[in-house]
Structure formats: structure tokens, C-alpha cells
């Protein structure tokens, strides 16, 4: 099912903590260029395959797919080095590092130098202006940035954004989504966790809805009238 | 003049306090592990100054460039071969891991270097001193505060300004993201493993050379160690310093009034503080108090 210029294949992945099972054989692709909305309830799975995608967790069977080789043994830091990147939920800065020591942090295991800090400054004006001062003190939006900030600074080819607009008002929210249209435009790839279906649908292409670590429903954007996501979402007519 | 004397000299012993101690701050600021056999490796550094000056007639000073390194090896080993794995089994393992580190230790000290009380040749430093005024400073005491500040002020620097710094407070805020983020985590605690056992070997031949210390000494150490930190605050190297001044200046000043109470006061203190500021004297911002929270990161401000 997937086409040979995909970017990241992921196929079969069962994925447990302990005894609970949080993936059933969850398969995705996303192409060179795509933005996929990864979709559905809480505790469907959305953060842990984004996870195991990112290297922070391990699959018990399964494989992960990147730039054509398997990287599903692969530590967070050498998938990093290959252009993966996550932005995680809750954007987990570290509060006690200034919001520019955050940026360089990220850029740690960079693929590239691509993204230079004046770079990322001219992309997130909102920040720039904050720079010496710890990312603790920052309000949500702005931490959001940061996060989102962080992880352009490893330079990726692949973005993995995880419920950026959580908590944030519409506005703000409005403005991190622009940004990512412009990441598009110049060439990044990006999987999107988001709970508000309206804008994952308006911002991606392609949609993977999840229900309880299954995929419940994988299609074009166009494809997909929103009341079958909702339906995949809420697991109504599927088994 | 006797006051300001016992507090001069009691400044003096607390820089020894906090050189003992900041390796303790910092393994436990960074990797999470209280490391209990800290103050036995401070021990095993006193002995490998012993074993080497004796070989080679020398004060123990000019053995340092061979002791610290070596000190440095051993923590980076330490980490690689147990605390690294310990780490992996929960917060119980590296306590279990380290006392088990600590007893081994005592008693292989024991069985190669019996349990003799010895003493490190100092060279003419050791014995050397001058005036103040009517205050008679010991070059010796001199030297192991200044060095300790030397020690704190550099990791303080290296913390705060270089990249290896901010890869450690940020493995030291939040391990897990450290790892997404694309930080090497095994290397920043190899690394950080080896500055707090060379640390500890340093302040063991500053040990060894102001009195004298045997196969069990490590235990003390550990105490006074641990005490320095906890007054401080945990993971605040500046509050190390103070806390282990504060301990010295308690010492020498009780001491001044009855001897035998000199080391009860220090006790005291420590659980006063324990009482009323569990988190430590030195920790201002908010996250005092909750000890995850107040990693090496934390106290960088």
C-alpha cells in the first residue's frame, strides 16, 4: 500500500508498556512532502506511535521505515542525526534552560545546519525577543514555539508535532499553524497529532484516525467526509 | 579574637566540606543516584596518593596529574559497568548497588591496606602557615578552600557556558526529553560520573593530609557530605559552598566553647534545617522544597 517515495513506512507496530498493550499492528506511510493528521480519542495511541516513530519507544514487533532503511533499533539521537524530529505533548522544555540554550539543545544531534538560530528567530519573531530569559517563565504560546523551535533546530526532514494547540488560544493556535504551512512550503514533511478535526483536516492532506491502538480509518483528506472520521473516531461501524 | 579566629578557621574547613560534597550534588543533581559510596571513593583516592607519593617519594601534590585522571577513569567505569545499569531497575537499585559499592570497598581496604590509620606527606605546605594579625592561618587549610572554590567556580563555569553544560541541565531537568531531544545521555553521565569520583579523590588527599584516615573514614566523609548538600540544597553548587561553610564555621566555633560537642552542633544544624527548609537554604525559586525539581539546572540562576 505504500508507494516507493515514501518518506516514513511504518508497518505492524505492536507496541506495550508492561503488561498494557498501547498499539495493535498499527501500519502508516507518509510521502516525501505530506502532512498527515493523526487523529482520534484519548488514549488511542496518537502520542505512542509518534513516540516509537521518535525512537523513545521501542516496539515489540513491528518496523519503522525511514528514507528507505530500517531504523527501528535506531536510538532517538541517530534518528534525529537523520532528519526525524518530535515535538512532544505538553512541549517539555527544560524550564531551568533559557529559551535560546533550549534551541541549541535541540540542535544537539542536528542532521544539517539549516537551521541556524537566526533562522529560527526570523521564523518565530514572538521568541527572538525572549531569548535570555528561562523558557519556564514564558507563556504557553510562546513555549509552544519554543518547543516547535527545538525541534527545527535538529534540522529535520521529517517534523513530528504532537497536540501543539493544546491549551492555547485560537489565535495563537492560528499562528503556529501558519508557521507550519510555511515549514511545508519549504520542503519538511510533518505528522500532526491534533484533537481539533476541523484544522488537522484543513491543514493535511492525508488522515490516520487511531481507536484504541487500531488504525480505524487511513485515507486522503479529500476522501473523507468528516462525519466517517467521526464515525472511525468514535469506532461506530467499524469491528 | 578568638571568635573571629574559630570562624575563619571554621570557613576554612567548609571549603573542605563542599569540595567533599559537590560530587555528591552532582551525581545526585544529574543522574538521580545517592551515591553511597561516595566518601569511600574518597578513601580509595587518599590511599592511591598514599600508594604513589610513598613509591615515589614525593608530597602527595605532585601525584595529583596521575590520581585525578585515574579518579576520573574510575567514575566513568563506575558509570558504564553499574550505575548506568542500576539506573535501569528502578530508584532502589542504584541506592542497593552503592551500599553494596561502599561495604566492598571498607573491606577490601581493609584486607590490603589493614586497618592502620595513615597519613598523606603534604610537603611543606602541610606544615607551613601565617599571620593575620593575631590569627595563625594554616597554607594547608588555605589551599583545600581556595581549591574548592577553584573546583566549584570551574563546574559552575562549565555548567553554565559551554554546550556540554546545557546537554547536562537539560538531561539533569528531564532525562526522557533529554533523550528525544537527541542528547547522548549515557555519555553526559559518564562524564559527570567521572568529575564527582575525581572530585572525591581530590577531597580524599586533602582528607589525608589534614589528618589521617583509614578503611572506614569513608563513612564519616559520606555524612558530612551528604549534610553539606542537603543544607545547601540539592544540586546548587553555590549552596554546597555554604552549606559546607556553614557546617564548618558550627564546628569550630561550638568547639571553641566544648570540643565534645563540636560535631553534635554540625548535626543539629543539618537537622534544623532538614525541619525547616527541607529543601535547602540556598534554593530560592519555587520548586524548593521539591527535590526532583531541583536538579543542578534549577540552582544555575
Redesign the interface.
Known amino acids: 500500500m505504500s508507494e516507493p517515495e515514501a518518506l516514513l513506512d511504518v508497518t505492524d507496530l505492536d507496541v506495550f508498556y508492561g503488561d498494557f498493550q498501547a498499539l495493535f499492528g498499527v501500519s502508516m506511510a507518509v510521502a516525501q512532502g505530506g502532512a498527515t493528521a493523526l487523529v482520534g480519542a484519548n488514549g488511542a495511541g496518537k502520542t505512542t506511535l509518534l513516540?516509537t516513530i521518535?525512537g523513545?519507544q521501542a516496539p515489540t514487533s513491528g518496523m519503522v521505515r525511514y528514507a528507505g532503511s530500517d531504523v527501528t533499533a535506531a536510538?532517538?539521537?541517530q534518528r534525529?542525526?537523520r532528519g526525524i524530529?518530535?515535538v512532544?505533548e505538553g512541549r517539555?522544555l527544560?524550564?531551568?534552560?533559557t529559551v535560546e540554550?533550549?534551541i541549541?539543545?535541540?540542535a544537539?544531534?542536528?542532521a544539517s545546519d539549516a537551521w541556524p538560530l537566526e533562522r529560527i528567530y526570523a521564523t518565530f519573531p514572538m521568541i527572538a525577543r525572549r531569548r535570555r530569559q528561562?523558557a519556564s517563565t514564558l507563556s504557553g504560546g510562546e513555549q509552544q514555539a519554543v518547543a516547535i523551535a527545538?525541534?527545527l533546530a535538529?534540522a529535520p526532514s521529517l517534523l513530528l508535532l504532537d497536540e501543539i494547540s493544546l491549551g492555547l488560544a485560537p489565535l495563537v493556535v492560528g499562528e503556529l499553524y501558519e508557521t507550519l504551512s510555511a515549514l511545508r512550503a519549504a520542503g519538511a514533511t510533518l505528522v500532526v497529532v491534533e484533537q481539533d478535526l476541523r484544522r488537522a483536516m484543513d491543514a493535511c492532506d492525508d488522515l490516520v484516525c487511531l481507536l484504541e491502538g487500531r488504525v480505524a480509518l487511513a485515507a486522503p483528506v479529500a476522501s473523507v467526509s468528516r462525519d466517517e472520521v467521526i464515525a472511525a473516531y468514535f469506532g461506530e461501524g467499524s469491528p | 579574637m578568638t571568635w573571629v579566629n574559630a570562624v575563619i578557621q571554621g570557613l576554612l574547613l567548609g571549603g573542605l566540606y563542599a569540595l567533599i560534597a559537590c560530587g555528591l550534588s552532582l551525581t545526585f543533581g544529574v543522574m538521580r543516584i545517592v551515591n553511597l559510596a561516595h566518601g569511600d571513593l574518597a578513601v580509595c583516592g587518599a590511599y592511591l596518593g598514599l600508594v604513589l607519593s610513598s613509591a615515589a617519594g614525593v608530597p602527595v601534590w605532585y601525584t595529583l596529574p596521575l590520581l585525578l585522571p585515574a579518579a576520573f577513569a574510575a567514575g566513568v567505569g563506575l558509570e558504564v559497568l553499574l550505575f548506568g545499569r542500576a539506573l535501569r531497575h528502578g530508584v532502589l537499585a542504584p541506592v542497593l548497588v552503592t551500599f553494596g559499592l561502599s561495604v566492598m570497598i571498607e573491606n577490601l581496604l581493609q584486607v590490603a591496606a589493614t586497618a592502620d590509620p595513615r597519613g598523606l606527606n603534604g610537603g611543606a605546605l602541610a606544615l607551613g602557615s601565617f599571620h593575620l594579625g593575631s590569627i595563625t592561618v594554616s597554607w594547608l587549610f588555605l589551599t583545600t578552600f581556595l581549591t574548592a572554590c577553584v573546583v566549584l567556580a570551574g563546574l559552575q563555569l562549565a555548567l553554565s557556558r559551554t554546550s556540554w553544560g546545557r546537554k547536562v541541565r537539560a538531561t539533569s531537568d528531564d532525562l526522557d526529553t533529554a533523550r528525544l531531544v537527541g542528547i547522548k545521555v549515557r555519555p553526559v553521565f559518564a562524564s559527570v560520573a567521572g568529575i564527582a569520583i575525581g572530585t572525591a579523590a581530590l577531597a580524599g588527599v586533602f582528607i589525608g593530609t589534614i589528618g589521617t584516615f583509614d578503611p572506614l573514614t569513608g563513612t564519616n566523609i559520606l555524612i558530612f557530605a551528604f549534610e553539606a548538600v542537603v543544607i545547601g540544597g540539592i544540586g546548587s553548587l553555590w549552596g554546597t559552598l555554604a552549606g559546607g561553610v556553614i557546617m564548618g564555621v558550627t564546628q569550630v566555633v561550638v568547639g571553641e566553647i566544648n570540643q565534645a560537642y563540636a560535631v553534635l552542633a554540625v548535626n543539629l544544624v543539618f537537622l534544623a534545617v532538614l525541619t525547616v527548609r527541607p529543601g535547602g537554604l540556598f534554593t530560592s525559586h519555587q520548586t524548593a522544597g521539591e527535590i526532583r525539581g531541583a536538579g543542578i539546572g534549577g540552582a544555575l540562576g
Do not use: D, T
Open positions: 513516540r521518535a523513545a536510538p532517538p539521537h534525529i542525526s524530529a518530535l512532544p517539555k527544560f524550564g531551568s534552560l540554550e533550549n541549541q539543545v535541540g544537539a544531534a542536528a528561562r527545538r525541534a535538529a
